[in-house]
T-cell receptor, first 113, second 111 residues
Framework: NAGVTQTPKFQVLKTGQSMTLQCAQD?????MSWYRQDPGMGLRLIHY???????DQGEVPNGYNVSRSTTEDFPLRLLSAAPSQTSVYFC????????????FGPGTRLLVL | EDQVTQSPEALRLQEGESSSLNCSYT??????LFWYRQDPGKGPEFLFT???AGEEKEKERLKATLTKKESFLHITAPKPEDSATYLC????????????FGQGTRLTINP
């Protein structure tokens, strides 16, 4: 099992550009989430999904879109990047949504100039 | 609003010097409190779950405890390989799919 994979590992964007952060898992988990990690603020939930076709907003959803067309994939879209979106992004998956079963990906470091 | 606060922000110890990390929380209806370890450039890795006050969990040199207001991660006789950032998170019954994280404690163990 590859677990949770994220691409790219690192990306530089200019303000106003769009991009998609990819997340995939091969554990057949129903629950998937996106977090951002900023210095001094811990991880904050952006969006989450409880199954294919079902998504919901987390704590900091503004500026981000998600969709879940398959169980395996949960991409995060930035439609018009802003410097405030400079952060490290982590994708996580879980078979039951519980904190004890969360598997995190290696992260994507995003710099918006 | 659910809140989690960790202290200290950073802790530097000598090898073998025991200490504790603190996680204070304010939530409505705690489903579980979780400790994770995060190494530089990697995602968090699950360590412990605590569900009710008085519960304790142990793994090697780490022991996690829980009261109604806070959790402690005790590190006994640490080694340099215990150096990492330790994250605390809570999950409530109302937000069952959501984790609320603290800021983390960056632990450095000097040989």
């Amino acid at each position: 099992n590859a677990g949770v994979t994220q691409t790219p590992k690192f990306q530089v964007l200019k303000t106003g550009q769009s991009m998609t952060l990819q997340c995939a898992q091969d554990m057949n988990h129903e629950y998937m989430s996106w977090y951002r990690q900023d210095p001094g603020m811990g991880l904050r939930l952006i969006h989450y999904s409880v199954g294919a076709g079902i998504t919901d907003q987390g704590e900091v959803p503004n500026g981000y879109n998600v969709s879940r067309s398959t169980t395996e994939d949960f991409p995060l879209r930035l439609l018009s990047a802003a410097p405030s979106q400079t952060s490290v992004y982590f994708c996580a998956s879980s078979f039951n949504g519980g904190g004890e079963t969360q598997y995190f990906g290696p992260g994507t470091r995003l710099l918006v100039l | 609003e659910d809140q989690v606060t960790q202290s200290p922000e950073a802790l530097r110890l000598q090898e073998g010097e025991s200490s504790s990390l603190n996680c204070s929380y304010t939530v409505s209806g705690l489903r579980g409190l979780f400790w994770y370890r995060q190494d530089p450039g990697k995602g968090p890795e699950f360590l412990f779950t605590l569900y009710s006050a008085g519960e304790e969990k142990e793994k090697e040199r780490l022991k996690a405890t829980l009261t109604k207001k806070e959790s402690f991660l005790h590190i006994t006789a640490p080694k340099p390989e215990d150096s990492a950032t330790y994250l605390c998170a809570v999950q409530t019954f109302q937000g069952a799919q959501k984790l609320v994280f603290g800021q983390g404690t960056r632990l450095t163990i000097n040989p």
